[in-house]
């Protein structure tokens, strides 16, 4: 069965949720991105190099790395689903380039204000820029329910769980009223709570 090596609340969330969101069957594996090791103590190293998640393992035993690639390809193994729409179309592109701003923009810049030792000035700099960014997306948001419209594709996924990260670090996306109420929608789908509870993110 297909794998999925995570981390609570990492950026491995927005597999998870397409995962069920598509209905395949698979198997979550714990990995400390702190230590590298696995529930059982082996080195997750060995199976990954870059010490990452996620990590697709897929049921022939290739492994697959990147979130806004695991995700596509979750998505083009259940086409119905409209996860992500077809390949050669200009929605695909439009589909891609949002994948591209949310890991480019918005997950490179959370991701600096999770290292330790960072200066303050650093991150307030940081969370200006992020500001700068969301805001843009609010905009973007204006009556639309999702990224592409009235689809929930792989790029909602992505952008709820970076978007999420706000309250750990001191970005409050509060104010950014589309924002705001999109987080809610997103959040209200049952394939997002079960992947939320999984992973112990919801009591």
């Known amino acids: 069965m297909t794998k999925l090596y995570y981390s609570p609340g990492a950026c491995s969330l927005s597999p998870h949720i397409v995962l ?59 086409p119905a689903s409209g996860l992500a729409p077809a390949f050669g179309t200009m929605a695909r592109y439009r589909l891609m380039e949002w994948l591209n701003f949310i890991t480019s923009e918005l ?42 419209g009235e689809d929930f594709t792989v790029a909602d996924a992505y952008l709820f769980t970076v978007a999420g990260w706000g309250k750990y670090v001191g970005v409050d996306i509060a104010p950014l009223a589309n924002l705001s109420a999109y987080m809610g929608r997103v959040a209200k789908r049952p394939a997002v709570q079960e992947a939320l509870k999984a992973e112990g993110l919801l009591k």
């Open 107 to 148: 997950h490179k810049g959370f991701g600096a204000l999770f290292t330790p030792g960072m200066p303050e000035e650093a991150k307030t700099m940081a969370r200006a820029r992020l500001i700068d960014r969301l805001t843009w997306v609010d905009g973007q948001l204006a009556g639309k329910t999702w990224l592409m």
């Open 20 to 78: 069920r969101e598509a209905g395949l069957p698979f198997t979550l594996v714990l990995a400390s991105t702190k230590t590298k090791k696995l529930a059982d103590g082996s080195d997750y190293l060995a199976i990954n190099p870059k010490g990452q998640v996620p990590l697709l393992e897929l049921d022939d035993g290739q492994r697959l790395t990147e979130g806004p690639a695991i995700v596509q390809y979750i998505a083009d193994q259940v």
